[in-house]
């Protein structure tokens, strides 16, 4: 049903999510929301490109906007997927664009994570962050919880400088290697960040799930881990009550991940399949018009 709404009709919903099509709307909504008290990290909505000239673009796009974000002074970094410059094509291809964004970010004294996608790439992102983050240290990655191998990657990777967003995880994996049960993934989820924590790493603590929040926010405390050592991450556009306010109160870090671009349907779609109620909008959109 999803697939076959018009453009249209999602356009009104993708507004809530999507900062807009092009980087002067971006930049118009991060500053925003840095006045609310967010910082952000950038996406251009994407992902599998076709060619190698393709990467080569979305790369330089990637490049061109950490100028951006520094001519504006925006608080703000950037979160890129290997596969929108190139990684399903070739490792080397999406080797060398990691690298020209990481010098980017460097020469702005910024950051870059890498999020992570679907299964069939996990073990090809670890193996990349780890080439590059020893001359890149100013770059993070992300584990998911619902994959049992996760908790494991934690304690591998986990070492002075380890920065990982901590997510439960988007894609449909088979169950031989993801968790399908909500309170496992929470459990592993708690257990990744806690590992991160209790070592040398920064975890940014990627969830919606306000009981998750809560869970995690009271070991903070009664650890008393510091303040630099994690941050909590949302989407853009998902509404959380109140509770960003509260974490922002406590003195904590929150980031909202902010995407834009012109790939904003896929990236609506996804959105809306999390969140079924909100189809009745949609649709209530499409009679109304
Ligand atoms: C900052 C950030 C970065 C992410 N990066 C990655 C990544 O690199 N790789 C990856 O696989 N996944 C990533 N994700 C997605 C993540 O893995 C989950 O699929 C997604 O966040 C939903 O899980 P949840 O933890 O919010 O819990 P859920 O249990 O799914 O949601 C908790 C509550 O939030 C509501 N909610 C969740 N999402 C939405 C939404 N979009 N709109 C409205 N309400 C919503 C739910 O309805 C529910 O009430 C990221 C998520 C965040 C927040």
């Given at each position: 049903m999803l697939r076959i709404l018009p453009r249209w009709s999602i356009h009104p919903f993708a507004k809530t999510y999507v900062a807009g099509e092009s980087v002067e709307e971006t930049v118009l909504v991060v500053k925003k929301v840095n006045n609310l008290g967010f910082t952000c990290t950038l996406d251009i909505l994407g992902e599998h490109v076709q060619s190698g000239a393709e990467s080569e673009n979305i790369t330089q796009e990637y490049c061109d906007l950490y100028d951006v974000i520094a001519n504006e002074n925006l608080d703000c970094n950037i979160s890129i997927k290997l596969t929108h410059i190139g990684l399903a094509l070739d490792k080397n291809i999406a080797a060398e664009n990691l690298v020209r964004i990481l010098r980017q970010a460097k020469l702005h004294s910024n950051f870059c994570r890498i999020d992570m996608e679907d299964s069939p790439y996990t073990q090809r992102t670890i193996d990349l962050y780890k080439d590059c983050v020893s001359k890149y240290p100013n770059m993070g990655i992300v584990l998911q919880a619902y994959l049992k191998r996760s908790l494991e990657d934690a304690r591998n990777l986990?070492?002075?400088?380890?920065n990982t967003r901590v997510c439960k995880g988007i894609y449909d994996e088979r169950e031989t290697i993801a968790l399908k049960d909500r309170a496992a993934i929470q459990n592993n989820f708690f257990n990744i960040t806690k590992e991160i924590l209790s070592g040398n790493g920064f975890a940014a603590i990627a969830t919606h799930d306000i009981p998750l929040i809560d869970r995690i926010d009271e070991w903070i405390e009664s650890t008393q881990v510091s303040l630099d050592r994690f941050e909590f991450q949302v989407l853009y556009g998902v509404p959380m009550s109140g509770r960003l306010e509260r974490l922002l109160n406590k003195g904590y870090t929150v980031r909202q991940y902010v995407p834009f671009g012109r790939d904003w349907f896929n990236y609506s779609l996804r959105r809306l399949k999390e969140n079924p109620k909100i189809i009745s909008y949609v649709l209530g959109n499409l009679f109304k018009r």
């Open positions: 986990n070492r002075p400088g380890f």
